[in-house]
């Protein structure tokens, strides 16, 4: 089995950038009577908000889901609600261990006296990650329509009512009074930007650097132009603005993604080379096999390493102090190593057995699990109607329907 390595880099880019932007901008201080409450760097620090654009990643984690779940529609034999129910499956079983662990571990907070500051930051902080299953579970149930609307009409036709619905409800809410409830579409609609990138990539339609380029420079344009009308800097919602990018998800959100798209893509050579190496090679696919459990975990562990180390009695600088300096983004990143070391261990230990016994690719020191951007390589049989020694021929199968399959086997002598 071979990979799109560079898509999985990308996966292991988003999924770290989204695990270090919530660890970094999440603070959680100790109060007098041994409670936690929740506080943010951005609003004493504001000109950390340029690093958000680099740590908000969710763009690119749409993009990644659009691929696989294009790639593995594509290869799938059977119908497609046996390919939904066993993509939903792999999204929602980690799920159901989620919250299934956090009531227990509530629960016997509850027990033993855990302040009730402590329990509503720690249920807010479990559960806010969760909302990203409304729009990836809808996306992914629709990736079959998209696909076909992405051949029939082109990724750019299929993206512009989209980004134009977003538009629309960037201005209702900077016209419409303060306080009204809007529906929130945007949590579907505006990530079904890069996830249609996604399906036009797998697709063979993202290929080459004119179109990355093309991509990143739009993208940068458009964050450019949104900057100068007056949308807020950061990439995410700060405490006591009232206009959020990420809250419902405005059009420098879409934006950010598709420059970060771009950016990617173009950096495929570099990053093919990145991955080629052991070391780097491994970290990437020990992070794509577990990226929806890294999700889901790492904010749990924040609160559960704050909460247990508040026990002792000290006031630990980054880890319970106001958020009111650089200084303790400096002290919070020393803090880094334990967290990921303990997320590390808490994410190996949900690890289903037949993870453990993936069979590792040659070169490069991969593990091929049952990614949705795997690819069967091409067998080779001998071809015993022809005369003279025996002698090897590739054999190259595709379908009508698959013109990415179509283009590499053209190529190939008969």
């Known amino acids: 089995m071979s990979r799109d390595r560079t898509v999985d880099a990308l996966r292991a880019y988003a999924i770290g950038g989204v695990v270090l932007g919530h660890w970094l901008v999440t603070g959680l201080v100790l109060t007098g009577d041994g409670g936690l409450h929740q506080a943010s760097p951005l609003t004493a620090v504001p000109g950390l908000a340029p690093v958000t654009w680099v740590l908000q990643t969710l763009g690119l984690f749409f993009f990644t889901a659009g691929f696989g779940s294009t790639r593995s529609l594509a290869r799938h034999g059977g119908g497609p609600g046996g390919w939904l129910a066993r993509r939903l499956r792999r999204l929602l079983l980690p799920t159901v261990a989620l919250l299934g662990m956090g009531a227990a571990v509530l629960l016997a907070a509850t027990v033993v006296g855990t302040p009730d500051d402590t329990l509503t930051v720690a249920l807010r902080l479990a559960v806010s990650p969760l909302w990203f299953l409304v729009p990836l579970l809808f ?53 079904s930007v890069p996830y249609l990138l996604g399906v036009a990539h797998a697709d063979g339609r993202l290929d080459g650097r004119r179109a990355a380029g093309t991509l990143a420079g739009c993208g940068a344009a458009a964050l450019a132009a949104l900057l100068a009308l007056g949308y807020p800097v950061s990439a995410v919602g700060v405490p006591g603005d009232g206009v959020s990018n990420l809250n419902p998800p405005s ?62 009695g000290l006031t630990l600088p980054g880890l319970h102090t106001v958020p009111d300096d650089p200084d303790w983004v400096l002290a919070r990143c020393c803090w880094l190593p334990l967290l990921a070391a ?15 016994r993936s069979r590792r690719q040659p070169g490069g020191g991969g593990v091929a699990g049952r990614s949705a951007e795997c690819v069967p390589s091409a067998p080779q049989v001998y071809d015993h109607q022809r005369s003279g020694p025996p002698d090897l021929q590739e054999v190259i199968a595709v379908r009508d329907s698959d013109p990415p399959s179509r283009g590499r086997a053209d190529g190939q002598p008969r």
């Open 139 to 191: 996306l992914v149930a629709v990736s079959g329509p998209l696909r076909a609307a992405v051949r029939r009409w082109g990724v750019a036709r299929c993206v512009a009512p989209v980004v134009a619905v977003v538009a629309a409800a960037d201005l209702a809410v900077r016209l419409l009074p303060a306080g009204t409830d809007l529906p929130p579409v945007t949590v579907v609609v505006a990530w």
């Open 251 to 312: 059009l420098l959100a879409v934006a950010l993604a598709v420059t970060q798209v771009g950016l990617g893509l173009l950096a495929r050579p570099a990053l093919e080379r990145l991955v080629a190496r052991p070391l780097p090679g491994r970290a990437v696919t020990e992070v794509n096999r577990s990226a929806v459990r890294i999700y889901l975990w790492h904010q749990p562990i924040l609160v559960a390493v704050t909460a247990l180390t508040a026990r002792s």
């Open 342 to 356: 303990v997320l590390v261990t808490v994410v190996r230990t949900a690890q289903p057995a037949g993870h453990l």
